[in-house]
């Protein structure tokens, strides 16, 4: 397979954080967040669990509202504008660590529900593109099931799917591999680099730190609530700068 | 690294008030407390022209008026001379006493009937389920009924028990069921503090005191034990110390005072003595217990199988006894699952002692709701202080539930 | 053992060993009375008090069942031809039968009337009952409320018309706008069907029809068992809706909307249904415009609902509270508004966990609907403690009435819950 972490990275700015800070109450969640993705880049997050890199991608979509600071996605400002965060959330997909389908509703109505009632796209055209996505995910045949018949892989790529269908220009994923039984994340890790190869905007926070040399074209590693170090695959795995850093890929990688 | 706070202030706009998360739950919250507003005004304007063309006003001042009517089942006293707010008092009295009793009793039944629906005999298990379903799905109204009846039509009158022909006869010679009400054998002491006759309250708080007393000392008991326990690994038995304690004061106290028993006899045309418990108590106290208790049963039994098999089996397995399996390990987990419920029932026995004016019980939806309210015609008045007395009780039993929920999830933690 | 070489740890198993019945002790029906009635001699005693409780309860009732009089004009009569044994006077129930289900005041020639409504009524509750059922039915589920509506109360079809008509326009217009905003839509809708109902009460006769098939009937004039269905039926199916958006306020993060809902909600749990009653009878229509007449039925319909929509919202909450909080987080991020997440998502998913919760709260209701007999309504319990216990021919005979009654109740309560627990076990393994 080719080194998706050679593919280009255009000069058009995708997101743009500025100087942001939340807190939860009185705790300090996220410090002087500073940090600009540019169109096509693959960025892996990582960091020990609290470390503020979930709240991090969770900010970017408004579901955590920041509270000092300004992210702006696309060239639209995330302020209180309602109108604002709705055009954010129709451009940017979100994938979740438990996978979060509907378990009402058939795979194929999961997919179109949102092009429906969001992009008001008629029944038929989004049931025509939810099955092309799911042809793309490699699972077209469970169309008709429900997402308690599948399993966990395969729901993780259902939900892939179903913020595809949105036509979204980013993606954010929040730990997509954590939930899924060993043998399961392959294919999901499989459909994530098919992604990245299209020339998909991607931020992961995750822990598979062979995804990350693969596939990533900057890694960024987060602590207490800041960005700590980050840097291309390569440097940041072989030559880390940081002291936690080190510490932190000795935990992770050393065994 | 460019330095760049908060976003450019904009200009308020009109549209904001509905797009902008910052105005939008305001908006909705203003026209929401409009709504209410002018809701709340166009009634209370209704009322004030009904009121004006009817020539009424809304006035508390009849609650110190004289009743004029007579209340049989009193626990204060009570004449018709006394006043609307002494007769809803009264009723008050009345309903927190059948409420309690119902509660005690539907307790009893609740917990013998799920236990028992849960035995291994076949024939008891489903006899009780009969039992619940049976009770659950008829109304209690009719219940209220069917039993009244067997007290009024069923049961003799005290006139079948007199002469040598007597139809009926006294139960074990003391006590008589009659349709006046049942009479039992009222307990008095001969060498009281009091004058010797039934309702000599001293005795009765000396006894009261002794019970709390021995309440005490069996926990000091008990106490000791398991300290025993802890220092030296051994339990010693408590269970005839225990009985000691809770009994051997009462009998002691019992022969030192001269307990005796006043016995009902038949008097004229009524019986006389002893104590009296009247036809339409007893219609709505067994009628909710035995109601309520097929509720308290399905919630037991559902309390005792929520703690799962794999916690028998673990405690099993530590080699503890199946009894000692039973007070240590599934009723801890069992009542945290069983009391909210019981309580809430309990709420529902009070909500439906309110069914008593069905009977001719006199509660306090009978008095103030029922013959107070007829006979002033102040309707408003009497539902709302009624509702305000209902809701009182209700608030208060869901503080309750609420102090015993929150301290089990501190246990939890 | 024997093909085993006990002396060798390897073993390869050549042939199998063939399945033998159990012991003979360990079957049957001799096991199975010996291991479940008489296991311990503690259970042995229970076993036998078992028995005799009830042999006493049908040794009693039994011969008065079976030893009944179902013909004969009056208790006096039945005594009679009971001669001193024990039976039962059903015949109160054939003589009154018709009033028992419909109440003294409705005209005997109309009883065709409520009765089909009745049995329209399971062709209407079919479809929402059982999911399998062709979903065209579904159209005369909606139509049935104006059908029964007419059958009942009778008098110009234009009123049930003029109605559905409103109802009609309002969903046209939610259909229409709804995909825009929901709030346009419903708004909408209700403009539309309050526009249809003021220019069609000009138009319509409201004359009431006096005479034939169809002639009018007086709400005061319902009764019987037909009363307690029909309030049954109204109040838990006004109450859903009502109940639904308590539930949604109550789980608001908006103040004032949160503590309206929770002072509502608490306040009518707080107090009992007769109270609540005691409004409809003596308190309510104070607080209708003075000009307004408001019947009965109508004021107790209004308080039942209330009382019912604040018990069934906090089995919503219920239902709400437990879905995880992911399915709102993945509705926000498919950039779905409030109203399309609450319509799509959450409801749908929220209302199924609380099935079981609203069905408890529907057969309470449906018990309660007795309590109207307090206030002088006459449904069935009204009927049996007024005009016919009341009545010359049949004053003392209670066990009859009241176990009809008791036994029609139970009937659609146990009914009810037997359904609910059909459908939990469906919905369990449904979609998994």
């Known amino acids: 397979m080719a080194d998706t972490a050679q593919m280009q990275v255009s000069d058009e700015v995708a997101i743009t954080i500025q100087n942001m800070n939340k807190w939860y109450g009185t705790f300090h969640v996220l410090r002087n967040i500073d940090l600009t993705v540019n169109r096509g880049e693959r960025i892996v997050v990582c960091g020990p669990s609290g470390s503020g890199k979930s709240t991090l991608i969770r900010c970017i979509n408004a579901l955590e509202e920041h509270q000092q600071g300004s992210i702006e996605v696309d060239g639209t400002l995330l302020s209180s504008d309602l109108k604002n965060i709705d055009k954010i959330r129709s451009e940017v997909g979100m994938c979740f660590q438990h996978f979060n389908l509907f378990p009402h509703l058939s795979i194929l109505d999961n997919l179109t529900l949102a092009p429906i009632w969001v992009r008001k796209t008629p029944k038929k055209e989004a049931e025509e593109v939810a099955m092309h996505y799911l042809e793309k995910v490699k699972i077209p045949d469970q169309a008709n099931k429900f997402p308690g018949q599948l399993s966990g892989g395969q729901q ?62 900057r890694v960024i590693f987060m602590d207490a609530g800041q960005i700590v170090e980050q840097n291309e695959p390569e440097e940041f795995f072989n030559n880390p700068k940081s002291e936690r850093t080190q510490l932190f890929l000795s935990q992770i990688l050393g065994h | 690294m460019t ?21 939008r739950s305001l908006t909705f919250q203003v026209i929401a407390a409009i709504a209410l507003a002018f809701s709340i005004l166009y009634l209370a304007n209704n009322l004030a022209r009904n009121l004006a063309d009817q020539g009424l006003s809304i006035s508390f001042a009849f609650l110190g008026a004289p009743a004029g009517y007579d209340i049989n089942q009193r ?29 005690v009793t539907a307790t009893i039944f609740g917990v013998l009937a799920g236990v028992l629906r849960l035995s291994k005999n076949w024939l008891v298990a489903k006899i009780m389920a009969f039992y619940v379903e049976i009770f659950r799905n008829i109304p209690v109204l009719i219940w209220i009924i069917i039993i009244f009846t067997i007290m009024t039509a069923v049961l003799p009158g005290p006139r079948a028990f007199r002469g040598d022909d007597a139809t009926a006869s006294m139960f074990l010679g003391v006590s008589a069921f009659t349709n006046r009400g049942i009479y039992i054998p009222g307990p008095y002491f001969t060498r009281g503090f009091g004058a010797a006759e039934l309702g000599a309250v001293w005795d009765w708080v000396l006894v009261l005191g002794l019970l709390v007393a021995s309440f005490f000392g069996a926990r000091a008991v008990n106490a000791r034990a398991t300290r025993i326990q802890e220092a030296t690994g051994i339990r010693p038995a408590t269970l005839t110390t225990n009985l000691a304690i809770w009994f051997g004061p009462l009998i002691v106290v019992a022969l030192a005072l001269g307990l005796t028993f006043e016995i009902p006899e038949l008097k004229g045309f009524n019986f006389k003595g002893g104590i009296k418990v009247g036809g339409p108590l007893i219609a709505i106290w067994f009628a909710l217990s035995i109601y309520t208790g097929a509720f308290i049963a399905e919630n037991v039994r559902a309390g005792i199988l929520a703690v799962s098999k794999g916690q028998t089996e ?95 999830k501190l246990k939890e933690r | 053992m024997s093909d085993t070489h006990s002396q060798s740890v390897a073993f390869v198993r050549t042939e199998d060993v063939p399945p033998a019945p159990p012991p003979a002790n360990a079957t049957g029906p001799v096991k199975w009375i010996k291991d479940n009635l008489f296991a311990t001699p503690a259970n042995s005693v229970l076993t036998v008090i078992a028995l005799l409780v009830i042999y006493m309860v049908l040794s009693g009732t039994l011969p008065w069942v079976f030893n009944g009089i179902w013909d004969s004009p009056s208790l006096a009569v039945c005594r009679e031809m009971l001669n001193g044994e024990s039976g039962a006077c059903f015949a109160v129930l054939t003589e009154r039968w018709n009033q028992l289900l419909f109440g003294f005041k409705y005209p005997s020639d109309l009883y065709w009337r409520p009765a089909l409504a009745f049995a329209l009524l399971f062709v ?69 069907a309050v526009l249809v109902w003021t220019i069609g009460g000009f138009i319509i006769p409201s004359s009431e029809i006096t ?64 109270t609540l009653l005691f409004v409809a009878s003596v308190m309510l229509s104070y607080f209708f415009p003075p000009e307004a007449t408001v019947d009965l039925f109508l004021r107790v319909v209004i308080m039942i609902t209330i009382f019912s929509a604040a018990y069934i919202a906090e089995v919503v909450r219920g239902g709400l509270a437990a879905l995880p909080k992911g399915q709102y987080e993945a509705a926000d991020s498919l ?52 005009p016919i216990l009341a009545s010359t021919e049949w004053n003392g005979v209670y066990w009859e009435l009241f176990a009809f009654a008791a036994l029609l109740f139970f009937i659609v309560c146990y009914g009810i819950s037997q359904y609910s627990q059909w459908l939990e076990r469906r919905l369990a393994t449904d979609h998994k």
């Open chain 2, 314 to 408: 673990a405690a099993a397995a530590l080699g503890i006894r199946p009894g000692r399996i039973m007070s240590l390990v599934i009723l801890p987990q069992a009542l945290r699952v069983i009391i909210p419920p019981l309580i809430s029932n309990y709420l529902n026995i009070t909500k439906n002692s309110s069914l008593a004016i069905l009977v001719g019980y006199a509660d306090v939806t009978a008095t103030l709701g029922g013959i107070t309210l007829n006979q002033t015609g102040r309707a408003i008045e009497c539902v709302l202080l009624l509702m305000l007395f209902y809701l009182v009780i209700s608030l208060l039993i869901s503080g309750i539930i609420n102090i015993y929920n929150n301290s089990v």
């Open chain 1, 156 to 217: 993780q790529r259902v939900a892939i799917a179903r913020s595809l269908c949105m036509k979204p220009r980013i993606m954010l994923f929040d730990e997509p591999t954590s939930a899924l039984d060993p043998e399961m994340i392959k294919e999901v890790l499989d459909t994530m680099i098919e992604l990245a190869e299209e020339g998909m905007t991607m931020i992961c926070v995750t822990h598979e730190m062979g995804f990350a040399r693969q596939v990533a074209n």
């Open chain 3, 124 to 192: 209407a509750a079919a479809p929402v009952l059982f999911f399998d059922l062709p979903r065209k039915i579904l159209i005369f589920t909606g139509l049935y409320p104006f059908i029964a509506y007419y059958l009942i109360w009778g008098g110009s079809i234009f009123t049930p018309l003029l109605a559905l008509a409103g109802f009609v326009a309002g969903g046209y217009v939610y259909q229409r706008f709804v995909k825009g905003s929901f709030a346009v839509g419903f708004f909408g809708a209700i403009a539309a």
């Open chain 2, 75 to 103: 626990l204060i006293e009570y004449t018709s001379q006394s006043t609307n707010l002494r007769a809803a008092f009264v009723g008050i009295l009345n309903t927190l006493l059948v409420a309690f009793l119902a509660c």
């Open chain 3, 211 to 274: 005479e034939g098939a169809m002639q009018s009937v007086q709400s005061r004039d319902l009764g019987g068992f037909m009363l307690n269905m029909m309030l049954g039926v109204t109040c838990v199916s006004l109450s859903l809706p009502i109940g639904i958006a308590l539930a949604l306020g109550r789980q608001s993060s908006m103040p004032i909307i949160k503590y309206i809902c929770v002072v509502f909600i608490e306040f009518i749990r707080g107090v009992p249904l007769i």
């Open chain 3, 335 to 386: 950039g779905l508004d409030y109203t399309q997440a609450m319509r799509l998502i959450i409801l749908p998913q929220a209302l199924k966990i609380s099935i079981p919760g609203i069905v408890n709260v529907s057969v309470g209701l449906f018990k309660d609907t007795t309590l109207v007999s307090v206030i002088s309504m006459f449904d069935m319990v009204g009927m049996i403690r007024g």
């Open chain 2, 3 to 23: 330095i760049l706070t908060d976003p450019p202030k904009e200009s308020f706009r009109l549209s904001m008030l509905l797009n902008d998360t910052r105005y």
